[in-house]
């Protein structure tokens, strides 16, 4: 079960089509869906969630935020050696939000980002619910996959991010 702290979360900004891109930063890149919470006839919140990166030295630390429409999204980061470290969760409003961190194993280890190149995470989903007993409600998150879809999930990201169409992209995990 998901421990809920008081806080608030802040995202990266994620490319847009058409943004001008760096030639000092690298690109991670994926696709981060989050579900429309399964509500149970209750009035339907936003629920986040995000994936954190960190530099291994601790300079840099990222979160791209998930997104209902699932397309792959990219963000841009300083080249270093980084790894995939938690997800982060909140309501809307930011009233209860937590974290998971993940155990150390393939999703977690150490990849090095190099400047004008762009490098492919994992396309992730996460599903939500709200649940109520009496007046109060409970929200959950889970990540439901991690899949490994970088052919389909690269030309997409191409497609919908060209002016990086002529990146070269890697995996940032190996298969």
Do not use: H
Request: contains cysteine.
């Amino acid at each position: 079960m998901l421990q809920l702290l008081a806080g608030c979360a802040t995202y990266t900004s994620t490319l847009e089509p058409g943004t001008k891109t760096d030639p000092e930063a690298g690109y991670v890149y994926g696709r981060f869906k989050i579900g429309r919470p399964d509500s149970g006839g209750l009035l339907p919140a936003r629920l986040r969630a995000g994936l954190v990166i960190n530099e291994k030295n601790g300079a840099n630390s990222y979160a791209i935020q998930f997104e209902l429409e699932g397309v792959p999204s990219a963000i841009a980061i300083k080249p270093g050696t980084y790894a995939i470290k938690k997800l982060t969760f909140a309501t809307g409003d930011y009233l209860q939000s937590g974290e998971r961190i993940f155990p150390e194993g393939p999703l977690t280890t150490l990849f090095t980002v190099e400047s004008g190149k762009a490098y492919y995470l994992a396309d992730f989903v996460v599903a939500t619910k709200i649940s109520a007993t009496g007046s109060s409600r409970t929200f959950s998150w889970q990540l439901t996959s991690v899949t490994d879809n970088y052919i389909s999930t690269t030309a997409e990201f191409k497609k919908t991010l060209p002016q990086l169409e002529s990146i070269t992209t890697l995996r940032a995990i190996a298969k």
